[in-house]
């Protein structure tokens, strides 16, 4: 097969897409690949780390208010499909898979213009404007979440396959990658994590908790995010060394490497965090992040705390007593974290690549 790939923006959307492109090259299923970004967007930097043929055209998104600068969106999306016909003439892709952010709107637009086979993924439970667009016009609309078929009117065209990432992650094992944090991979261990950059109202109410997790009989691995650490570090002084069952570090490289030897993750709850920690089974305490769009995170947590795997703490109810209560009446009740991670197992799609790779073949057949 020879596959076009379009995503980009922010992580979400870019590492499910490399998490297909992974397991087709697994499967033996790729003649060549491409794929098309940005040269301002995150995926530029992280496709051309991971050695993938990269193209880009020029394009961005709409401003939510009325604005001059959206006609200049429109005219960029009008060029932008002009490039991407002849990116797709040149590569001559048998299918054309778009995984969200504005950047796929072009290329996946001028694929059904010129009868390529397509397919969009939606990640969230709340789809993107991107998404909702491409919807009218591609072949299928992959979903990640059941509550996301509502937001599409092409009800025949969509099929629930779960987030590609989530396969990349359930073959992980156990290990003692835990040991590179002066922590026992033999302990029952709590991941506190804001996202790749941190989240200071996370960070605030563990900070005021340090010494009463530093007391618990389980590990704490604290992420502050890269941008936070400095100022963490010199509001704990110390007592960073003094208590060795708690761990603070800004930033963890591949911490999916990590996960199946954590008992309970608090942080956010972004769809690539919720189909990996799915995926494995790991309880979860989620803090959405209500800045993001449609408030998304807060649908996704609740989406997953409904079958009873996780516990959703909203940010405004968020202190030093409710964090510590919540992580603590879990990680003290064994019976509690067993009946989670299999309510978690339940709804994680440990096959969703696959799943998602079938209808690519159905298309291209």
Known sequence: MRVVVSGGGTGGHIYPALALINRLKERDLIDEILYVGTETGLEEKIVKENGIPFKTIKIQGFKRKLSLENIKTVNLFISSISKSKKILKEFKPDIVIGTGGYVSSAIVYAAHLMHIPTIIHEQNTIAGVTNKFLGHFVNNIAIAFEEARSQFSEKKKIVFTGNPRAQEVVSIKKNNRLEDFNLNPQEPTVLVFGGSRGATPINNSFVQDFDKFSDANYQVLFVTGNAHFANVSEILGDKMDRYHNISVVPYIENMPEILPDIQLIVGRSGATSIAEITALGIPAIFIPSPYVTHDHQTVNAQSVAKNGAAVVLKEPDLNAQSLF?????????????????????????????????????????
């Open 325 to 365: 209560d919540s992580v603590n009446r879990i990680m003290t009740d064994e019976s509690k974290q067993k009946e989670m991670s299999e309510k978690s197992k339940e709804i994680g799609v440990p096959d969703a690549s696959d799943r998602l790779i079938d209808l690519m073949k159905k298309l291209t057949d």
